[in-house]
């Protein structure tokens, strides 16, 4: 018996020591190979291809000091997610040295220190023990990169934290910053205003934003890697386009955002409008349409009447899916697959849009790809544009209701607009100027082929200013695309847009609610019968069983 115990005791302590042994070799493996399982669809919980690879090319140390207090919980929280995040990180690259500091543990010559790097101590309400109180908190990160730094001053959730700290590490780690150039003199939209801070605080995250002015004569400098044309008001000049054309031959890229028309929101009084610009685009491979589009598929309209609030369907304001899905069964592509720009995204709102053609070019290799289509319900309308909510032209037109598009990529190489003609004057009030601006043009030679280059055109700029997040996070994904290619588009694109509900008919709404308020009830009384006939059924089974017996 003894020796039995014995033999048993020594198995049960020979199979602890192999669990023990398993789980040192698997901690051990897991140490230096990082393992990670996300069962959501757009992969949200891990970091992107694109943050990956810019670890790997990682050609020397890169040092995030992660500076967080540990107390009070909520703080400790936030701490621990950024950890976590931090060490992904560390798994894919050697060149990463993770520091997670809480500088409650320093001395005051520390917490100066931290105020001179741009991260301040901040206050945050604390609820414990059924009593407020205010605590002085910590909760910045700085990356460090040879003698150039970048900061997260304060980092309170980790929503857009891996975009922020792989663009960071991208600008720290970058040869040179490049500039993103907004062209005016038109009335453009002013990215410099208020009412655009946050996304220019977006752009200024990885790029230098700058305002091109349209000087006469003055080519666009060559330190723009990007221009942006942001719904014009006004018509630009022959020799603004050419400056525009050259900038364009030399390799730079160019987004284009053209409103149809100029609307007066007290009473919503519109008229159409001239920038200029068609001819040239059109020459590139984009006709820009005179009409406004309207769709089936639209977003909502909040106004005022009188004394009530109003919300409605707004055909104007024409919803772009990433896949419309009709009764019939078919489906169509609203937001484009083939594109960077526009394949994570699952949908976006265009307001007051013209419709676009995109013209086959046989002299120029270029890919057109058009980013943005309405659904099949969609259709156009002319001047004189209605566009009171109320106006009962918001029902669709049988006989011509067809996809338009709205939003176009063109890349390859552009023939010169300018490339047969004279160079336009350029004007000048003062005769001094007149006179350098005519000695400038003499040394002035039309470049007549650019070189492998992107365009993007709108036909609108509206979705900027609503402010809407889809209309932004479009925003710079193109920007991102044109200036730095596929590197932060991923990332920004990281589950960011809704998930519109896929539209029914009414008979699937019908049985939907049909089964939703009956089906319950009937699932049970159907239980309640299944069980009553087994139990009689066995009732019947032992009587007759005790009767045989």
């Given amino acids: ?27 051990f493996l897991s140490s230096r190979r990082f393992i990670r399982a996300d069962l959501t669809a757009d992969k949200r919980y891990t970091i992107s291809q694109s943050t990956k690879n810019v670890l790997k090319r990682l050609d020397d140390i890169v040092t995030i000091d992660a500076y967080f207090s540990r107390q ?57 023990k059924d009593k407020a109180e ?66 220019r605080q977006e752009l200024s995250k990885q790029y230098d934003v700058r305002k091109v002015p349209t000087e006469p004569g003055q080519a666009i400098d060559a330190d723009v890697a990007t221009l942006v044309i942001a719904g014009p008001k006004t018509e630009l000049t022959e020799r603004e386009k050419y400056e525009i054309d050259q900038f364009i031959m030399r390799g730079g890229r160019a987004l284009f955002l053209v409103d149809p028309v100029v609307i007066q929101y007290e009473g919503l009084n519109v008229s159409p409008l001239t920038t200029g610009l068609n001819d040239m685009l059109e020459h590139y491979g984009v006709k820009l349409n005179d009409n406004l589009v309207l769709d089936v598929s639209m977003d909502q309209l909040t106004y005022s009447q009188g004394f009530m609030t109003v919300t409605t369907g707004y055909a104007y304001f024409i919803k772009v899916l990433k896949q419309y899905q009709y009764r019939t069964g078919e489906t169509s592509e609203g937001l484009s697959t083939d594109s960077i720009i ?15 053609e995109l013209i086959p070019q046989s002299d120029a290799p270029v890919e057109a790809i058009a980013l943005a289509k309405t659904s099949r319900g969609g259709w156009t ?10 106006n009962r032209q918001f029902q669709p037109p049988a006989d011509v209701q067809q996809a338009h598009t709205v939003a176009v990529s063109l890349s390859g190489v552009f ?26 043009e003499t040394e002035r030679i039309t470049k007549t082929e650019s ?42 694109s990281h589950g960011a847009t809704d998930r ?50």
């Fill in 1 to 27: 018996m003894a020796a039995k115990t014995l033999k048993y005791g020594g198995n049960t302590l020979a199979f602890i020591l192999v669990v023990f042994g398993i789980v040192a070799l698997i901690n």
């Fill in 72 to 128: 009070p919980a909520r703080v400790a929280q936030i701490r621990q997610a950024v950890r976590d995040m931090l060490e992904e990180y560390r798994a894919f690259s050697k060149n990463l040295q993770i520091n997670v500091i809480d500088p409650a543990t320093g001395d005051d010559a520390q917490k100066q220190q931290l105020r001179f790097m741009g991260i301040p101590e901040v206050q945050v309400n604390v609820i414990e």
């Fill in 134 to 199: 205010v605590a002085n908190v910590y909760m910045g990160i700085a990356i460090l990169y040879a003698d150039k730094k970048e900061v997260l001053p304060v980092v309170q959730t980790t929503a857009n934290l891996e975009y922020d700290l792989t663009s960071a590490i991208l600008k720290v780690t970058s040869k040179e910053v490049k500039t993103i150039g907004f062209l005016t003199g038109h009335d453009e939209i002013d990215v410099f205003g208020q009412a655009f801070g946050q996304l």
């Fill in 342 to 356: 526009t394949n994570q995204l699952e949908s976006l709102t265009f307001p007051w849009a013209r419709s676009l």
């Fill in 381 to 390: 309308v002319q001047s004189p544009y209605s566009i009171s909510p109320m």
């Fill in 415 to 440: 023939k010169s607009f300018y490339a047969d003609k004279a160079i336009p004057p350029a004007e000048s009030s003062e005769s001094d100027e007149t006179m350098v601006a005519e000695l400038s």
């Fill in 451 to 492: 070189e492998a280059t992107q365009i993007v055109v709108v036909g609108n700029s509206q979705f900027l200013q609503q402010g809407r997040r889809d209309g932004q996070l479009f925003f710079l994904n193109t920007v991102d695309w044109l200036t730095l290619g596929e590197e932060l588009i991923n990332i920004r």
């Fill in 500 to 549: 519109p509900l896929k539209e029914v008919s009414e008979s699937e709404k019908f049985f939907l609610k049909f089964i939703s308020i009956a089906g319950v009830p009937l699932l049970v009384v159907a239980f309640g019968l299944v069980r009553f006939f087994l139990r009689r059924r066995a009732k019947r089974l032992v009587e007759a069983y005790g009767s045989m017996s």
